[in-house]
């Protein structure tokens, strides 16, 4: 009874009539003629699987069959014994897990090439040719929407890649062309799966096609780009039924990380396509750009910024790499600024000159904006401009500002002094000869010579004012500075080096006294100091001027009143000088303002450095 289940006979229904070959599937019939029969001729024994015919049907029944001759005593054959296993759900169940298998092996090196493609072209092709090598696809292949709302086909494989040759999709619905599997999945941004085409209305069009290709299951999968539809990856498959739960779940997570490549590459080309817009800016307005993490000192800068400084394009971005740009002088106060900045939480700007060495009369402006990162580390991003011709045009501006203030000093002095002077000596005489007359405008004369005295001493302090600076330059005028800050009654000091002189003249020279002249001012009125240094010196490659008070100090992020503009005036000071600034200062601890202006070789020679 159960052989007969087995191969679909009735309870009463006959054999006689049928042969062997009656109850094996067609594509088994030739085994049994070439394999079984010869074994069982000469050793009367044969196993293995068969696949038999379920006559109900027709449909294929997959065995585990052993078959035995039985012989007469005379050793003639009498008949056969055959006893077969059922194992059809057992080989159902194994070509499931092949399939499995296999899908997995093309979601494994998917994934892989999506890390290792270098553009699109390269990624789907190799997608296609890894779905049919690994699962054993007749087809694959993948189409991008044009402007135009059709598929066009951008990478194929497999078999029956000829079956995409002509073919035409779209995703409008209103289109012949945009009513099969690819345009629903397009439109709806879902899969769409076909497992028994023959028995598929929406493929009706498109018969002919696959049975020339003997097709007979399909599944469209929707590609994303920026969470927008914009093509399918369209699988073809010789087997009915081909398509699974678990296949179908598969092949999603495969698509999905197929739209996250593309999102990926098309990232790339953004980020490449960003990078050489900024190549070019800098490049065109020589500008750089870098951002510092403290207190690690990491550094990332961009392609520009090494040109910017100076250094050799594949210089890498570190510490080392950011000092060497600078004199040791200029890099520690750049250091300073940067952690004092990043510290207090304020932006830093500050214009600094270049090394000599590495470009003479070069200067940079860099501005940062620091901010306190969630685990404690405080990130800087700098930005870097050059600022030569600016500096240059400055330096011009100051050389006709100096030599304009000079020839006014020298007109106040030598012809309205002079003047002046000739009139004072007028009205001495007229006072005399008031006197000798008696006449009554003696009182009158002496008013006049007092104003006219008075406009002499307003003469002068403009003369001096115009050009503080004459006969023993730079630091000759600091000390007779700190003598006129002495006579207030507050004890100032000055150890200046004559050596400057020879180094810092005109503009520059005027620059820093008029700093010192503010940050004595300051000191004053602000600080209520008892004492005051000023010290002016030449170090190996750069001018140093320091103004030290003991007074309650100030805060130099404070903007208020006349210290905040103080500040401001002194740094812009700086500046005009080709240097910079620092201020540092605490409450009831003092105040120090130091200037560094670096010796350029192209505007001073480079003396040997002494100090006071």
């Not at 009915?240 to 739960?245: A, M, Q, Y």
Request: hydrophobic fraction near 45%; include cysteine.
């Amino acid at each position: 009874d159960s052989g007969r289940r087995l191969i679909g006979l009735g309870p009463v229904e006959g054999l006689k009539g049928r042969t062997i070959a009656d109850f094996v599937h067609p594509r088994h019939v030739d085994r049994l003629l070439r394999e079984v029969m010869p074994a069982l001729n000469s050793t009367g024994r044969w196993s293995g699987e068969l696949d038999l015919l379920r006559l109900t049907d027709g449909a294929a029944i997959s065995t585990l069959t052993e078959t035995f001759r039985i012989d007469d005593i005379n050793g003639e054959p009498i008949c056969f014994a055959t006893v077969s296993h059922d194992i059809t759900d057992v080989k159902r169940t194994d070509a499931e897990l092949r399939r499995l298998n296999s899908i997995h092996r093309t979601l494994s090196h998917t994934n892989q090439m999506i890390v290792r493609a270098g553009n699109e072209t390269e990624l789907l092709e190799r997608i296609c040719d890894i779905a049919v090598e690994d699962a054993g696809f007749a087809l694959v292949w993948i189409g991008l929407l044009d402007q135009d709302g059709f598929l066009r086909t951008r990478a194929v494989a497999g078999p029956a890649r000829a079956y995409v040759d002509g073919l035409r999709l779209a995703a409008d619905e209103r289109l012949p062309e945009g009513r099969g599997p690819a345009g629903l999945a397009l439109r709806s941004g879902a899969h769409v799966i076909i497992n028994n085409i023959e028995s598929s209305e929406i493929m009706r069009p498109w018969l002919d096609r696959v049975h020339r290709f003997g097709i007979k299951s399909s599944a469209a999968f929707p590609l994303f780009r920026s969470d927008r539809v914009t093509g399918i990856l369209s699988v073809h498959s010789t087997l009915r039924d081909h398509f699974g739960e678990r296949e179908i779940s598969l092949l999603d997570d495969m698509v999905a990380d197929i739209s996250f490549g593309l999102d990926s590459l098309d990232r790339a080309a953004a980020l490449k396509s960003s990078r050489e817009m900024i190549r070019d800016i800098e490049a065109t307005v020589r500008i750089g750009a870098f951002r510092l993490m403290l207190p690690d000192w990491s550094l990332w800068w961009t392609d520009g910024t090494p040109g910017v400084l100076g250094l050799p394009a594949a210089t890498s971005a570190d510490r080392r790499a950011l000092e060497n740009a600078f004199e040791p002088e200029i890099a520690l106060m750049l250091i300073v600024a940067l952690q004092e900045a990043a510290h207090a939480g304020n932006p830093v700007d500050i214009d600094l000159p270049l090394r000599i060495s590495l470009l003479a009369g070069r200067w940079i402006r860099l501005f940062g904006v620091p901010k306190r990162r969630d685990d404690g580390k405080i990130e800087v991003s700098c930005t870097l401009q050059d600022i030569s011709e600016r500096k240059r045009l400055e330096a011009e501006v100051m050389t006709v500002a100096d030599t304009e203030r000079r020839r006014l000093a020298s007109e106040l002095h030598d012809n309205l002094g002079q003047i002046l002077y000739g009139t004072s000596l007028l009205l001495a005489a007229i006072a005399r000869d008031a006197k000798v007359s008696g006449s009554g405008l003696s009182d009158k004369i002496d008013q006049m010579t007092s104003a006219m005295n008075e406009a002499m001493q307003v003469c002068r302090t403009l003369a001096h004012g115009a050009a503080p600076i004459v006969d023993g330059g730079l630091s000759a005028a600091l000390r007779k500075l700190a003598a006129r800050t002495a006579a207030t009654g507050v004890q100032c000091t000055a150890v200046t080096s004559d050596a400057v002189n020879t180094v810092m003249a005109g503009a520059p020279a005027l620059e820093l006294y008029r700093i010192a002249q503010e940050a004595i001012t300051n000191a004053l009125k602000h600080a209520h100091c008892r004492s005051i240094e000023i010290q002016l010196a030449l170090r190996a490659t750069a001018v140093e001027l320091v103004i030290r008070d003991d007074g309650a100090g100030l805060d130099p992020s404070c903007a208020a009143d006349g210290v905040g503009i103080g500040l401001r005036t002194m740094r812009y000071r700086a500046a005009r000088a080709g240097g910079t600034l620092e201020v540092r200062s605490g409450q009831g601890h003092g105040t120090l303002v130091r200037v560094l202006v670096p010796l350029l070789a192209e505007r001073y020679p480079r003396p040997v450095a002494n100090s006071p």
